[in-house]
């Protein structure tokens, strides 16, 4: 467990905000563009300024040099390029990092690094906490506060790409992947995740290819109809049962959005892509005894049959207070097979991270909850232990009556 300094001493928290000044990180070309023509400067300095910041790692205007000295000193007046603050950062044995991000008064979110060969996968958070209440995910049970800013979304590429060397370097480790599966729901904070994933594939920005930014959504089908029309990326749907009676438990929202209706507009997010060939990776966790039945698998190779797809089986991750636990791996091989005999591409997330808390679901962070939440789920726990505390109690009373 490292305390990690400021990248920036002299950075404002991130819920401060400058009565005068732009914050510069989160906006794209065009609205950089904007930016300088609204400030009498042409347009082609946004697209300078976006090299500088997130190609180069630059975020002092001084160090800017192919502006000119006028413009940079009316930079320092008008604008600045803030970053979320980095609290701490976790290394796993396994290689995995994991970033504690203060968001100011409104608590804090986490993501994770996780490298694997060649490939180094980035998950970004969201939002502070969660919309959404998935009964077996971590982060639902922490409540909610906001949405992130798009600064403070692509911030977290910024400090990963930083801190690993990536800016102007052929490091070792690197950001090849980003997937939107950090905390919150993506597609509850659809303009600012569109923002921050729209620098993330910039040739300008960090140049990362259509196939290689993943937006995972639990099931948002307005927002998610919208989605085509302002970007291409790669699309996962956290789906996790395969029928509407067992995920209306794990996931609540399919009470609003049933399967039905989601999988038709994952179906309409491929149809309207180019790229016809493209397909939906569909997110499955396992829980023992739940949803690892081998009708569940059959249920559910039935279900994808007309939805080009991937299936990733997850196995859950536990978390303190859960009320699940983690699939045999008899089970788990089993599922996979009956899928695979249906003719489906399976693959099993392997487990990462987890000696550090920065395993799928296992995200918390520490949110300022404005739902309480967090709150009902803490006191459920606590009367849970107290519970069990009394039942041992009797128990060890009559083993003492019994042999006495």
């Known amino acids: 467990m490292n305390k990690v300094p400021d990248i920036n001493e002299d950075k404002m928290a991130a819920d401060e905000v400058s009565p005068n000044k732009a914050n510069l990180l989160g906006l794209s070309a065009a609205q950089l563009g904007d930016f300088f023509e609204s400030a009498g400067e042409k347009r082609f300095r946004g697209t300078q300024v976006l090299k500088w910041i997130h ?144 620098l993330m594939l910039d040739d300008n920005g960090y140049g990362l290819s259509k196939r290689r930014v993943t937006l995972s959504t639990a099931g948002m089908v307005p927002m998610l109809d919208r989605l085509a029309d302002v970007i291409d990326v790669s699309l996962a749907v956290s789906l996790h049962a395969p029928n509407d009676e067992l995920r209306d438990q794990l996931v609540p929202i399919n009470k609003k959005y049933p399967i039905a209706m989601l999988l038709a507009s994952a179906n309409n997010y491929l149809e309207k892509l180019p790229d016809k060939r493209r397909k939906i990776t569909i997110e499955y966790t396992l829980m023992d005894q739940v949803n690892d039945r081998p009708q ?65 679901g296992q995200l918390a962070g520490a949110v300022n909850d404005r739902t309480r939440r967090g709150e009902r789920y803490r006191d459920k726990a606590l009367k849970s232990e107290k519970l069990l505390e009394k039942s041992t109690s009797s128990e060890e009373q009559l083993v003492r009556i019994i042999h006495a």
Not at 80 to 88: G, H, K, Q, T
Not at 130 to 151: I, P, V, W
Request: aromatic share 6%; glycine share 8%; with cysteine.
């Open 55 to 198: 190609q180069r790692g630059v975020i002092d205007f001084d160090q800017m040099t192919d502006l000119s000295r006028s413009l940079r000193e009316k930079l320092h007046q008008i604008a600045e390029i803030r970053l979320p603050e980095v609290v701490r950062q976790d290394d796993a044995e396994d290689g995995v990092i994991k970033w504690l991000i203060e968001t100011g008064s409104s608590g804090c979110i986490e993501m994770v690094y996780i490298p694997e060969g060649d490939r180094g996968t980035l998950c970004v958070s969201s939002q502070v906490g969660c919309a959404l209440d998935c009964s077996f995910c971590a982060t639902g049970k922490q409540g909610f506060n906001r949405d992130l800013t798009a600064a403070e979304v692509i911030g977290q590429m910024w400090i990963a790409v930083n801190t690993l060397g990536g800016f102007g370097a052929q490091s070792e480790r690197r950001v090849t992947n980003t997937v939107m599966m950090g905390m919150g729901e993506p597609l509850l904070n659809f303009d600012n995740v569109v923002a921050a994933m729209s």
């Open 296 to 360: 569940h698998a059959k249920e559910l190779a039935d279900l994808l049959r007309d939805t080009p797809c991937k299936i990733n089986l997850i196995p859950f991750n536990p978390f303190p207070n859960t009320e699940y636990r983690r699939v045999s791996n008899n089970s788990l091989y089993r599922f996979k097979e009956i899928l695979i005999n249906a003719g489906y591409t399976v693959t099993v997330r392997t487990t990462r991270g987890d000696d550090i808390a920065a395993a799928c």
